[in-house]
């Protein structure tokens, strides 16, 4: 194409996906605009309780990511922004942004609230989910970004209250529409979703009893940032309901609304709101959850599950017909299970909605010439991507089709991943990339510190007496200059600072304001481009955790001073930190050429990296490779994947090898592989894959007629007139406590593709949960209006199999008529689990890092960092991750892929400022920070631990632990915290 | 018995200290005793710093940190658990009251639990009498290691 590339990226959407695509851009060196209608980033997530699996607040982990959002050089965010129209072609759109009005200027916001408290308008709060109320001019939610106010339109009555009551003059109330042109490379739709609104089901009551709630209304009564403070109490009048009750599928695989397929996300939602709602609630509490299937296909979904159940979460398996409400306001469930027709009285029903592409999202994606589903969802042109029909634009997130926080992760990184390789050569072409100048060698100075106290309007100011703060702290050792600002994190003072470090010869700057958690990377920045070391710049936080929280003016001023004091002390103590860098070798390591191997390799090599590909067989593929892939469906997919991946001609492939030795960290890998070669790479991929592991019983291995699901899945004609399919062989049971996630589609794969050669065919399906999600739902339904008949089972009533002949004749109880039946099978086809495979410990071992309980790659963090180790530079994806189907793997490969990137275009890895220093000369070689690091930084070289910079993520448990003080971490070293505390504890202060 | 005690808290920068920023934000009043002290992990916190902290005369003090299963770095919260434990043996030891130290876990959106711990913990310490080591002035605790 003649097209002159731009090395941008528009992503339109700034809840978890966008971001996550958003950041990874960013740090690949593509300028990037994260675009959100909204007045705030952050999407559904900061609406939840807590997240699944791992009961995580989901703030905690998610706020860091907004910060480094906000901070991003390359990042630009566009919040209360509209996408209105997209031209031009692959490589370069104009695209056409239109800024609604936000009547309050996020840069001169303070987020004091002063303008909330003097605003008469109240109105339901969009974001507690109408339970409680908010002003016309209000902060979307407490930690959102841009941290600033905005007025709601509809609400607003124009009475410039606000406008005089704000001490920043940030309220404009005319402040017209703007539309403005960028031009970018790539676009990248993560819209998002919104939840089904029930309230046409009449017969469940929603909208008209006020304690039947949706699904996410309920994350707001649970969390401790909604109505009820996190105390468990049902809408109608605050009471602590003794029982609740779940409605799974509401919304969802429902054939007469028109909406077949699965939600994929409610099951698990649904069992963490019982969970969390038995664990906040202060009495005896019933959870009852009333479902069809129960879908834990998710790493550590069916745990989970099982966990639940045990503490107490009830699974009822029922239909649910209507709720009425009865005279004490509890609320009638009628139902049908399999014992027939029931009634039962809840204090409060939680309906699990489905989600749903919004609606203005997919007007946008037609405007844009994409050709959204039938219901709204924009899914990929091709299985395993995330391109759009209209080249150059991809999508991802629930918008391309229901799924989970982490599964939206994988997916935006994916997109990432695809535009990235579109706009290859124009990589660091729009980045805004910083240059730093080296600081001036302050060690030899007497410490000069400069104080600065911010009035922050009146929020400190209004409290506290900054002018005493002022003059307590002009009189404190090293002091050579103090003064106070009006808001010292406002364009003019910062400059000022700026002239007053270098006029005075400032070596250390304390700011005496807000929080460090925000405002400290700001400081520090404004030191740095005064010639002077960033880290020799210190904060106290004499707002959040004072003025804000102590009302009285003698006692926060005083408290205020002391916290001054405590900062200067540390600061007289700080010493410069250089950052250090490492040169990264611009090329990864792929171990594993399976298909996520294929794709994340393909990946890195369309993206401009070299790459190593080991595998251990011969041949490309994994599973799909010839022999034992012949005759898989997609094995010709997969085949053409690894012709195109090997065909590279940055791709190095490795027949019959595997790594023996690895030396080094990210950026500078050493790795030797079997057959002689030292590979040097700056990042590793671990895609070794999984195996089918080996049925036990079902006269597997003894009867002819037996086989398993990948064994029958190449020979779709059998020879056989009645078939039947055994699911979960092996897989949620004790052994193997987890749901193999991929059998039951392809099992129903099959299945069809069985009756489509031959209609004449029986095909029993014997399952206990028939786990198809998302989209996949249509094979289910498809298979039951083809006459394959579904059978459930239970766990100890497992299908008994005996010989017949060439026949084997399966026994098993029918659950609703509860008698025996006996099928004639000539082919009983097993779908045994998905295990790890040896070679997966054998390789943690190597890179050391870890394997989860059942022997899969462990990951950083398992909603927002699902293919990241923990340890910087390596990665995992495909099945040796956990068990998934082929669409997932190559979306993890291309995942990956974009991970890698990040580092490898950095050209080197600085590690962060804060990381733990060996003493060499008090270090006895003892192993205990060896062992104690959680990330397995430690290691002795001679006789002597040494931590590298570049892995240490500077928690400080080694510092703790160590005991010959021999390790401390830089910024808080025993001596700078001590002179902190004694400045904290003198007797003058208090 | 103790009217002005003087409290240091030791608040992981990922959860307790961001809770204590959100009090902020809601406006959580809480006693202005407590005088909170940024730190990376709880893990980090050595045991020679938190007895220095008494040895400074602090009459109370309490390191928070993440809930079980959601520290960053893993494993910081549960270690920062028993060596707080081991440490209030120790307090014991040396003639002060175990009750003085505390540890604590709260998530990041955990305002109004992060003041009622703070509410909690400066009562405690107010019905204890000002720490001996106060009373006696700059003459230290024995047996701490100053490196």
Request: with cysteine; hydrophobic share 40%.
């Amino acid at each position: 194409m003649a097209v002159n590339r731009v090395g941008a990226v528009l992503v339109a959407g700034g809840g978890v996906a966008g971001i996550q695509a958003a950041l990874d851009l960013a740090e690949g060196g593509f300028r990037v605009y994260l675009v959100d209608e909204a007045f705030a980033l952050g999407g559904k997530v900061p609406l939840l309780s807590r997240t699944f699996p791992t009961n995580e607040c989901s703030l905690c982990s998610f706020s860091p990511w907004l910060a480094e959002c906000a901070r991003h050089p390359n990042l630009t965010i566009l919040t209360n922004t509209r996408v209105e129209d997209v031209a031009g072609e692959p490589g370069r759109f104009r695209v056409i942004l239109r800024r609604l009005p936000r009547g309050v200027d996020p840069e001169q916001c303070k987020a004091c609230g002063e303008c909330a408290a003097v605003c008469p308008v109240e109105i339901p709060d969009a974001f507690n989910m109408g339970f409680s109320t908010r002003k016309a001019i209000f902060q979307p939610y407490p930690q959102a970004y841009p941290r600033a106010f905005a007025i709601d339109r509809g609400a607003c009555l124009e009475c410039t209250l606000c406008v005089a009551a704000c001490p920043a003059g940030a309220v404009t109330l005319d402040e017209p529409e703007r539309t403005r042109e960028i031009e970018v490379g790539a676009v990248i739709l993560c819209p998002g979703y919104e939840p089904f609104d029930p309230t046409p089901l009449e017969n469940l009551g929603y909208g008209r009893f006020s304690d039947v709630v949706t699904g996410l209304e309920f994350e707001r009564l649970l969390s401790v940032g909604g109505p009820f403070g996190g105390r468990l109490a049902r809408p109608s009048d605050g009471r602590a309901p003794r029982s609740i009750a779940w409605i799974q599928c509401v919304g969802s695989r429902n054939r007469a609304l028109g909406r077949e397929y699965c939600s994929a996300v409610c099951c698990m939602a649904a069992l963490k709101a019982a969970v969390t709602a038995r664990e906040q609630a202060e009495g005896p509490l019933e959870t009852v959850i009333f479902y069809q299937e129960m879908r834990t296909f998710g790493k550590g979904f069916e745990r989970y599950r099982r966990r639940a159940e045990q503490a107490g979460v009830c699974l009822w398996r029922a239909g649910v017909d209507s709720v009425r409400q009865v005279e004490d306001g509890g609320l009638e469930l009628r139902y049908a299970d399999e014992q027939g027709a029931g009634r039962r009285v809840f204090d409060l029903v939680v309906l699990s909605v489905g989600v749903q592409p919004p609606s203005g999202a997919v007007e946008l994606a037609r405007r844009l010439g994409l050709k959204p589903d039938r219901h709204g969802f924009c899914t990929p042109a091709a299985p395993g991507g995330t391109a759009a029909v209209r080249p150059g634009v991809f999508a991802a997130g629930a918008f391309a089709g229901p799924k989970d926080i982490a599964g939206a992760v994988i997916e935006s990184s994916a997109a990432a991943a695809e535009a990235a390789a579109l706009l290859a050569g124009a990589r660091g072409a729009e980045k805004r990339g910083e240059t730093l100048a080296p600081g001036r060698d302050v060690r030899k100075e007497v410490p000069r510190v400069g104080v600065v106290v911010c009035r922050c309007g009146t929020n400190i100011a209004g409290v506290v007496s900054v002018p005493v703060v002022v003059r307590s702290a002009e009189k404190l050792d090293g002091v050579a200059l103090a003064l106070e600002m009006t808001h010292a994190c406002s364009e003019d003072s910062l400059s000022r600072i700026r002239d007053v470090v270098r006029e005075y010869g400032l070596n250390r700057l304390v700011v005496a304001a807000c929080s460090p958690r925000s405002h400290k990377p700001l400081f520090q920045q404004v030191l740095r481009e005064a010639g002077i070391n960033a880290y020799l710049c210190e904060m106290a936080n004499i707002r959040d955790h004072c003025a804000w929280v102590h009302t009285n003016a003698r006692v926060a001023t005083a408290k205020a001073c002391k916290l001054v004091a405590m900062a200067v002390a540390k600061a007289r103590l700080l010493e410069p930190v250089i950052d250090v860098t490492v040169p990264v070798v611009p090329a990864a390591l792929v171990v594993g050429a399976g298909p996520s191997g294929l794709a994340a390799a393909l990946g890195l090599a369309e993206q401009g990296f070299e790459v190593h590909l080991v595998e251990k067989e011969a041949q490309a593929g994994g599973g799909y490779r010839p022999g034992p892939g012949d005759g898989l469906p997609d094995a010709q997919s997969v085949r053409s994947l690894a012709e195109q991946t090997l065909q590279h001609p940055l791709v190095r492939f490795y027949p019959d090898n595997e790594p023996v030795a690895v030396d080094g960290h990210v950026g500078q890998f050493h790795t030797r592989l079997r057959g002689g070669q030292t590979v040097r790479h700056g990042t590793v991929v671990l895609a070794t894959g999984a195996r089918e592991a080996r049925p036990d019983g079902y006269l597997y291995g003894e009867h002819p007629a037996v086989c398993t699901l990948t064994k029958a899945e190449r020979q779709p004609d059998p020879d056989a007139g009645t078939v039947v399919f055994i699911q979960c062989v092996g897989s949620r049971s004790k052994e193997r406590p987890y749901c193999s996630r991929t059998c039951c589609r392809r099992s129903l794969q099959l299945a069809l593709k069985m009756k489509e050669v031959d209609p004449e065919r029986n095909i029993y399906v014997l399952f206990r949960d028939l786990v198809v999600y998302g989209a996949d739902e249509e094979l289910y339904t498809c298979a039951r209006s083809r006459g394959i008949v579904f059978i459930r089972y239970q766990p100890r009533g497992e299908p008994a199999l005996a010989p017949a002949g060439k026949q084997v004749t399966v026994a098993i109880t029918d659950p609703v008529l509860k008698r025996p039946i006996r099928i004639a099978a000539d082919l009983v086809i097993l779908a045994a689990a998905t295990e790890a495979s040896g070679d997966s410990r054998a390789l943690a071992h190597l890179f050391k890092v870890p394997t989860d309980r059942d022997g899969f790659f462990l990951e950083a963090h398992t909603t927002l960092r699902p293919v990241d180790f923990s340890a910087a530079g390596v990665f995992m994806c495909g099945d040796a991750a956990g068990p998934k189907t082929l669409s997932e793997s190559l979306l993890e490969g291309r995942a990956v892929a974009t991970r890698c990137a990040a580092v490898l275009s950095k050209g080197e890895v600085r590690a962060r400022g804060v990381y733990a220093r060996v003493s060499p000369d008090r270090c006895a070689a003892c192993l205990r920070c060896v062992r104690v690091c959680p990330f397995n930084v430690p290691v002795i070289v001679g006789n002597t631990s040494r931590i590298e910079p570049v892995q240490c993520q500077g928690c400080g448990i080694c510092v703790a632990e160590c005991p010959n003080r021999a390790i401390h971490l830089i910024g808080y070293r025993q001596e700078q915290l001590l002179a902190l505390l004694r400045a904290g504890l003198r007797e003058v202060a208090g | 018995m103790n009217p002005n005690p003087r409290i240091i808290a030791f608040c992981c920068c990922n959860c307790a200290y961001a809770a204590a920023d959100l009090a902020g934000s809601l406006r959580v009043a809480y006693d202005p005793e407590i005088t909170i002290v940024a730190i990376p992990c709880t893990g980090a916190v050595e045991p020679a710093v938190v007895l220095s902290a008494f040895e400074e005369g602090a009459d109370g003090v309490f390191v928070a940190g993440c809930l079980d299963g959601e520290c960053r770095y893993k494993s910081g919260n549960l270690r920062a658990r028993e060596r707080v434990q081991t440490l209030r043996a120790a307090l014991e030891h040396i003639g002060l009251e175990a009750e003085r130290l505390e540890m604590y876990q709260v998530s990041a959106a955990m305002a109004a639990r992060f003041g009622e711990i703070a509410g909690e913990f400066a009562a405690r310490i107010r019905g204890l009498p000002p720490s001996p080591v106060r009373q006696r002035g700059k003459s230290g605790v024995s047996g701490v290691d100053r490196g």
